[in-house]
């Protein structure tokens, strides 16, 4: 039987599924599969129409953070009301439903892929195309007979190296993964409790292919994604700034005169310990970018205590000043409305940004979610006071704040909800085989 895969493609959310594109050119499947993309609900529902009239079996493949189920469960019940067949399967992947599989099969996804999706995707494909059970794929979760999540065994990982972080046959690119995993395992971040809480590194020989092929289609820039930049090459706390820069320095070499390399701002970030003369020095010989992103989180040493972020308030303020005087501009994050967050700790957190922007630093202001996945799932988020929402607002107002933490209250308020109904000690149904 023939495949056709088809990608709901939202432009905010392509990571995961480039990866899976990477690991089905890199292995393609013994069955004959092909690939299309579909960027809103209406058009899912149009390629899945197509597709039927050429392939035996269609998989939709949907890839999201938690804060975006709800919608997107929306969108799923509007293109099965347009086009249901047997024939389609739903698959829900990413953060969410590797944490929350039966909350994501109750919303009307046939199968929640859990975990790393490269090796379960080539399985998946071919065990639709030969008719064989989901139960014998692993890394999945599917509907038992009574409906509750029948999980299968863990997926499988490889090393970064064994697929490309884009699609070259597509021509999809985007920001090369470098490090998944994350040692820190912060309480309020999915990452670690999805990838494990070790770093595992994509080799500099790697990059280069990637870097090559890109430049061989025309790209000019390169990104990475890695939850902490300078913990590229150790598997420890301590940066090991030569591997960085033997990276960085590759990634140079292999671009063209006017190309750029971003390494430590958007879609990445530094740890603020981290950030030191020496390494900012390093970098400026290197980069592109005239901003820096630092993690801080909070001015409150007690919440950065009780979040296991394994700093203090004070490295923040060395961090920004010292990136300020090496030319980068500081782009700092803070979480404000962590769990047992008091007025004290909102006002130490206050005080730090403030100073922060007295350097010309700038903050990048979230709202605490209780994510799937991570320690504080269901934890209450703190009450963020009015007074602190107008010194928001007059920071906003003098271009010093930016960011979606009013739309991220929102979003903490239905995760709150959903973890109350779907209780984190619900016994765990697993295949046997």
């Known amino acids: 039987m023939s495949v056709a895969v ?10 995961g599924h480039h990866a899976l594109l990477g690991a089905l050119e890199a292995e393609p499947p013994e069955t004959p599969f092909t690939v299309a993309f579909a960027t809103s609900p209406h058009e899912t529902a149009a390629a899945v129409g197509s597709a039927l009239d050429e392939a035996d079996r269609v998989l939709v493949l949907w890839s999201f953070y938690s804060p975006d189920a709800d919608a997107l469960a929306v969108e799923l019940a509007t293109i099965r009301a347009l086009v249901d067949d047997e024939r389609v399967l739903h698959v829900a992947g990413g953060v969410h439903a590797t944490a929350e599989p039966q909350q994501v099969l109750d919303a009307g996804w046939d199968v929640a892929a859990i975990g790393e999706g490269e090796t379960t995707i080539i399985r998946l494909v071919d065990a639709v195309g030969t008719g064989a059970p989901l139960t014998g794929v692993r890394g999945l979760a599917v509907r038992d007979a009574d409906g509750v999540a029948l999980r299968t065994g863990p997926a499988i990982t490889r090393e970064l190296d064994a697929f490309g972080s884009f699609s070259l046959k597509h021509h999809k690119y985007g920001p090369i993964e470098l490090t998944r995993g994350c040692i820190y395992a912060c309480k309020f971040c999915q990452t670690p409790f999805m990838f494990s809480a070790r770093f595992r590194h994509r080799s500099v020989e790697n990059v280069r292919w990637h870097v090559r092929a890109m430049v061989a289609d025309g790209m000019k820039d390169v990104r990475f994604t890695t939850p902490t930049s300078l913990s590229y090459g150790t598997q420890t706390e301590e940066p090991d700034l030569d591997a960085v820069e033997e990276l960085l320095g590759t990634v140079r070499a292999e671009l063209p005169p006017h190309g750029r390399l971003f390494f430590g701002s958007f879609p990445s970030e530094v740890r603020p310990e ?20 630092i993690g801080a989180q909070s001015g409150s040493d007690r919440m950065l205590a009780a979040s296991r972020r394994g700093h203090g308030a004070g490295p923040v303020l060395d961090a920004v000043r010292i990136a300020a005087e090496e030319g980068f501009r500081p782009n700092v994050d803070f979480l404000f409305g962590m769990p047992g967050e008091d007025a004290e700790d909102a006002a130490a957190s206050l005080r730090l940004a403030e100073a922060v922007a007295a350097l010309g630093g700038r903050i990048h202001a979230h709202t605490f979610m209780p994510l799937p996945g991570t320690p504080w799932r269901d934890a209450e988020p703190a009450f963020v006071a009015a007074d602190t929402i107008a010194t928001f607002d007059q920071l906003a107002a003098s271009g010093a704040l930016y960011g979606h933490w009013r739309r991220q209250a929102e979003h903490a308020s239905r995760l709150a ?3 109350k109904a779907y209780p984190r000690r619900a016994p765990r149904r697993r295949t046997t085989g």
């Open 6 to 15: 088809i990608l709901r493609y939202r432009k905010a959310v392509t990571y």
């Open 274 to 293: 981290h950030v030191t003369p020496e390494a900012m020095r390093m970098l400026r010989k290197y980069v592109s970018n005239d901003n820096i992103i």
């Open 417 to 419: 909800e959903t973890a």
